[in-house]
């Protein structure tokens, strides 16, 4: 009778299951208040679902964004606009939203590890002091869904994933939201993080030639720029070596000489032999001398602590994911983390030419994850069934006609107030610190706007504001930047 009642019961329940619905115009309101540089900032926090139309008005897309706006600022709806993205592409808006400029971060240790228990806590540095904060997640990231028609068919990947469609369909959603939120008048800024450096390039030429929305400020968080990065040959690879400088500095693996010195005295030597001698050794390929080849390999050796002997077996071009792997095998035989390199792993065996995982990202995982769908249900109020997704699915990316170098630079001769801040880490070996420097000379390569671009380096890695130290700095550089981008009555003229 028991196991009757208890399938009878099973059977209601089923009857009564709804599909999943992704919500596609709705929003959650809360208000708070934080200390930030010693005053208490009021703010009201607003997330929710924002549709994307089509070019015939039909909704394809619900974007699931977080706005917080300051409350008690007599400025209102003057007050700087940030548009806040992360990259993969594929990845949610959650690690900045979480641990660099928003109000809330993390519970880590003051180096970026992960304790326990899980949740947030207060940001005493987020911008919000200055700046209200828009976080985005593109589609089939955090909540961020496509929206079936009628037939129940899903719109085409193409309309979302690509350079190029990811741009178009993000500066419309952008349009709207600013229309909805009466903030035309607000000094606007665009920050994107690693693939997100290249979404913000090209969203500051597309809200301004389509959406006509001009802009004060990109900021690049460790940019990803696909003019470099993963192209490999004599610029990517030489582009490289000041960043394997840097970690073997830090995990003291450079000869007494340099080790002895600071980490940002011995930069600028590293670089300068990348760009003047690394460079034109492996532009040459194998009709180096055998000599000039023997010198590089000694050279290169002590500015990256691996031996000059597994740097020929290289051919002097070595790759990172071997560099993560050799620095440390004969000292520990512990690997070094891709995206912050300060992170330790433990593989199967010490031999082999890469790591087996990454132990930064796994480390990230472990306190973002429980800690994002935490504070969006318990203390933003939004609860669904919807699953969370710190990375998401994006198809094949279409990565072709990739101009946006150039549309930031037309952006930036149309609009003379546009100014342009590159964030780095210097442990960082994804999108290393001097690859971004580099990009940011090869965007305007007459120099007319060099001093409208900045850049600040960090001693962590990808996600630089993890370490305490560098999330104070980070958050002051921004600050800075953002009130030198702002007119103040001056005209928007050459």
């Not at 109000?103 to 180096?111: G, S, Y």
């Not at 990454?358 to 699953?387: Q, R, V």
Request: aromatic share 12%.
């Amino acid at each position: 009778m028991k196991k009757l009642l208890l399938l009878f019961i099973l059977a209601i329940s089923l009857c009564q299951a709804q599909n999943l619905q992704i919500p596609i115009d709705t929003s959650y309101i809360t208000t708070n208040s934080i200390k930030i540089k010693g005053k208490t900032i009021d703010y009201k926090a607003e997330t929710g679902f924002q549709p994307v139309w089509d070019n015939s008005g039909i909704v394809i897309a619900s974007l699931n964004y977080t706005y917080y706006k300051r409350t008690n600022d007599s400025k209102a709806n003057k007050r700087p606009l940030l548009f806040s993205f992360n990259g993969g592409p594929g990845s949610a808006s959650v690690w900045m939203h979480l641990a660099y400029t928003g109000p809330k971060i993390l519970n880590i240790d003051d180096e970026g590890y992960p304790i326990q228990p899980y949740g947030v806590k207060d940001n005493s540095n987020s911008i919000l002091d200055i700046a209200d904060i828009v976080y985005v997640n593109p589609v089939n990231t955090g909540y961020s869904r496509k929206i079936a028609n009628k037939e129940g068919k899903l719109p085409e990947d193409e309309l979302f994933f690509g350079i190029n469609a990811d741009i178009e369909y993000l500066a419309g959603w952008m349009n709207t939201f600013v229309t909805r939120h009466n903030r035309w008048e607000s000094p606007k800024f665009i920050i994107g993080e690693s693939y997100g450096g290249t979404r913000v390039m090209g969203l500051a030429l597309e809200l301004q030639n389509r959406q006509w929305m001009y802009l004060n400020g990109v900021i690049m968080v460790s940019p990803a720029d696909y003019k470099v990065l993963r192209v490999g040959g004599p610029l990517s690879s030489s582009l490289n070596l000041p960043y394997y400088t840097a970690a073997a500095w830090y995990h003291k693996m450079l000869s007494p000489e340099l080790q002895s010195k600071d980490l940002l005295d011995i930069l600028p030597e590293a670089e300068s032999f990348a760009i003047n001698k690394l460079m034109p050794a492996l532009a040459k390929g194998g009709f180096i001398s055998n000599p000039k080849r023997q010198e590089i390999a000694e050279e290169m050796s002590f500015y990256s602590g691996l031996s000059s002997k597994v740097i020929l077996q290289q051919n002097l071009d070595v790759p990172n994911r071997f560099f993560w792997k050799e620095l440390l095998r004969n000292k520990s035989g512990m690997t070094i983390g891709r995206l912050d390199s300060r992170y330790l792993g433990i593989d199967k065996v010490e031999t082999g030419s890469s790591p087996e995982y990454n132990s930064e990202i796994s480390s990230w995982l472990h306190s973002f994850t429980p800690a994002i769908n935490y504070y969006m249900a318990n203390e933003l109020g939004l609860k669904t069934d919807i699953k969370y997704n710190v990375f998401g699915n994006v198809g094949d990316w279409d990565r072709s006609y990739d101009n946006v170098r150039d549309n930031l630079r037309q952006a930036m001769a149309q609009n003379p107030y546009l100014k342009v801040l590159t964030q780095s880490g210097y442990y960082d070996g994804a999108t290393t610190y001097f690859s971004a420097k580099y990009s940011q000379w090869q965007i305007d390569p007459s120099g007319k706007f060099k001093d409208r671009f900045s850049f600040k380096g960090y001693r962590s890695g990808h996600m630089m504001y993890l370490r305490n130290e560098d999330l104070i700095k980070a958050n002051d550089d921004l600050r800075e930047f953002i009130e030198s981008a702002l007119p103040k009555g001056k005209s928007a003229k050459y």
